[in-house]
């Protein structure tokens, strides 16, 4: 008998992994380039969500909280003097020439005009749409990058670049920095981060900042079955569905962002002289005997 485990073997079921590769032999890990034989198996998330039969994961994990935490610091820094920002997102698969690019650019665009900086997720279609109609613009044209199987890359049109491991560090980034979301039409990472922020603004996690659709005839649909399936049932409130606009208008979804952030410095503002006030009241009573 031994207490050894015999290796797990490769069967049909299971087949080999084969090693993941651009064209161009490039792989991104971070701040790291890899090329040729050094192109990992597996991305930075997938191995620190992968729970495996033995307990090496007791001796990695705590070292991988030392890598999640320089992450956290790199983008801190990096993104702290952005000054206001607006997150956009699309999809990556969208090409140039396509209406969608050309509404991402003018999007971007305008959004610098109203003197915002531009964050994406530093790839092709959208997201280098939004960074081109930026940096076109003379803006802040921000990409956050993250580490994928089949590599992006950052797109050309990025100022302010910076890479990430893991997804919940990325995330944390676009929330952070930005004053809206303006979400152009895309899949499930776009709507991923689409129900993030509806998420944290119902939830109160962070200021109530506007969120965008842009693409009418795109949108409509889900928006009619957040109506028709989850406000029906009860799942969601009437009110959370006006957290959503939605437009065709560039011009518009630009001027829908500027009028919200003018409301919530407003209300800031409001309550920050409430609360001064307040305390003067408060040490007035103090000095008074009462």
Known sequence: MTDERPEPQPSE???????RRKKNGEYRRGPVVLRGPQIPLTTSDERLLTRGDRT???????????RIQTEFVEGFGALAEVGPAVSVFGSARIKRGHPDYELARRVAAGLVEAGYAVITGGGPGLM???????????GTSVGLGIELPHEQGMNKWVDLGVNFRYFFARKVMFVKYAEGFVVLPGGFGTLDELFEALTL????KVNGFPIVLVGVDY???LVDWLRTSLLKRGMIAAADLDLLKLTDDPDEAVRIVVDRGAELRAAERAAAEAAAEAQAQGAAAESSGW
């Open 219 to 221: 949108w409509s649909g």
């Open 56 to 66: 090496s994961w007791l001796h990695d994990d705590p070292w991988r909280v030392l």
């Open 201 to 204: 603004v119902q939830t109160q």
């Open 128 to 138: 280098e749409a939004a960074n081109r109609g930026a940096a076109e613009a003379g």
């Open 13 to 19: 079921d299971r087949p080999r992994r084969r090693r």
